[in-house]
């Protein structure tokens, strides 16, 4: 078929219209701010203020950290982004974040993450549910978490830390050693025999199953990320077509994991002192739950939780932090002074209550995790629409808020697309 110049021509003015139509719809959302009053960065169309973060030239901590510097210089409490087409609501200052997270947290009680509990249950963890069930869980999540509890896991800690002194004598004379994998692989094996109880062995064998598929979780491919930036952008479309954040290679293997694991300790009634057990202990006979036991599909998706949530975190501390010692030796030396003495004083041994008496240890772990935080930005989605405090803004439902906690931007990144993982603001329609 011939195209006739008429056909070409209303295809033309079709596309223009299309192309037209969309800048209208962009033009119009970023005048949000303007409306409100509220100071924000002129956004580009499509990305709003987020094309760095797309581009991957800059991670998402970084970016607010700059804009958290320039907009506090310029002393306000507040301001406005736009997350691709979605107005993020930004804290600048303290009384606010905690007004927010605290004082007023019923209307933030999401983060505002995706969930895809029908093809990926392992999704439907204590980070990415919101609202009541995000509730429910957590009150019966939380006494896992008491002082009691870790002490109990403690042991399990101590022994892999011999492990890694072992490795560390074995691996030095070989040349350098890359501190965030070294570290990756010994909170692999904490957390992997914390919450599976499984002997994950990556401080022997770098190239463990545990090991591969857990670095996997945090280092996805190009279409991968897109896939996440469109699972935030569309969570329903999303869900619809059965998206999942994390590779399904991995899930797979950690649901496998925590399979054979439960049906293991049924069968031979073994118990063990890990955060396993306790979930184990949390779900129903029937692993039908009700509202004081956990299904079986809640267990798996906690137990898993547990790892991602905690072995990538703690190497990134621990690697940070022998950063800094490495380039701070009056720091060095002052930590190795206090350990030693705390040590001889307890007759070498080190517990639970001694770990606690290393309070300039405490100092150099709270200043690295202050330097590098390992989520740069907290998220919370409006779940009920909010009147700032002693203003008339009124942040909607169903919008982002973020809280920057990085202060300033660094050259070296730690994850800062980690959170671009969990973060699925929704598209609060056209207020
Ligand atoms: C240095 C280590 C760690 C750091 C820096 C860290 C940091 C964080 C941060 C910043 C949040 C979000 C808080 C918020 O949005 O208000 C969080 C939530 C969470 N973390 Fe960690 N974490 C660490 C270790 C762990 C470990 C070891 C576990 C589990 C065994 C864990 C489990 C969780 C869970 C389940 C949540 C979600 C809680 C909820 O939404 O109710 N984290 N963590
Ligand atoms: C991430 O995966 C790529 C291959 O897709 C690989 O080349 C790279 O070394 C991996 N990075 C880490 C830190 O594991
Ligand atoms: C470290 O930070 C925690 C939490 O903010 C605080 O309770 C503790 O006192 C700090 N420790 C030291 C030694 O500064």
């Not at 998402?60 to 002393?75: N, P, V």
């Not at 990556?202 to 945090?218: H, M, Q, V």
Request: hydrophobic share 40%; charged share 25%; with cysteine.
């Amino acid at each position: 078929m011939v195209f006739t110049e008429s056909v070409l021509l209303k295809l033309f003015s079709a596309f223009i219209a299309a192309v037209l139509l969309v800048i209208y719809f962009f033009k119009k959302r970023f005048n949000y701010w303007k409306n409100l009053g509220v100071e924000y960065i002129e956004p580009t169309i499509p990305f709003g203020n987020s094309k760095d973060n797309f581009l991957q030239k800059s991670s998402l901590g970084d970016w607010y950290a700059d804009f958290y510097r320039k907009m506090k210089a310029r002393k306000l409490k507040y301001a406005g982004t736009y997350f691709f087409y979605i107005p993020t609501f930004v804290t600048l200052d303290l009384d606010l974040v905690k007004q927010i997270m605290q004082v007023d947290f019923a209307h933030f009680t999401d983060h505002g993450a995706y969930v895809n509990e029908k093809d990926d249950p392992l999704s439907a963890h204590v980070f990415s549910l919101g609202g009541q069930r995000w509730r429910n869980l957590r009150v019966k999540l939380t006494p896992t978490f008491t002082s009691g509890k870790m002490k109990l896991m403690y042991p399990i800690i101590i022994k892999i830390s011999e492990e890694l002194v072992k490795t560390l004598k074995a691996e030095c004379g070989k040349g350098p050693i890359e501190a965030k994998d070294f570290s990756g692989r010994f909170t692999t094996d904490v957390i992997g025999n914390c919450a599976f109880g499984i002997e994950c062995n990556s401080l022997r064998d770098p190239n463990t199953e545990f090991r591969i598929k857990g670095k996997r979780i945090f280092n996805l491919t190009i279409s991968e990320l897109l896939l996440n930036f469109a699972s935030f952008l569309f969570p329903k479309t999303m869900n619809f077509f059965g998206a999942r954040l994390f590779p399904k290679e991995a899930t797979d293997f950690f649901w496998n994991v925590i399979k054979d694991t439960t049906e293991y300790r049924e069968k031979s009634g073994v118990r063990r002192n890990d955060a396993m057990q306790l979930l184990l202990d949390m779900m129903s006979k029937d692993g039908k739950g009700d509202e004081n036991t956990l299904t079986y599909n809640e267990m798996a998706a906690q137990a898993f939780v547990f790892f991602i949530a905690g072995f990538e975190t703690s190497s990134t501390l621990m690697s940070f932090a022998l950063l800094e010692l490495a380039q701070n030796q009056d720091v060095q030396d002052r930590l190795r002074e206090e350990i030693n003495e705390v040590l001889r004083e307890n007759k070498d041994e080190l517990t639970y209550e001694v770990i606690w008496e290393m309070n300039y240890l405490r100092m150099v772990i709270n200043e690295t995790l202050r330097k590098y935080p390992a989520l740069p930005v907290l998220t919370r989605e409006c779940t009920k629409d909010y009147r700032v405090p002693n203003t008339d803004i009124i942040i909607r439902k169903g919008h982002p808020v973020f809280i920057p906690v990085k202060d300033s931007p660094r050259k070296i990144r730690a994850n800062g697309i980690l959170l671009v993982l969990f973060l699925s603001a929704r598209d609060p329609g056209g207020k």
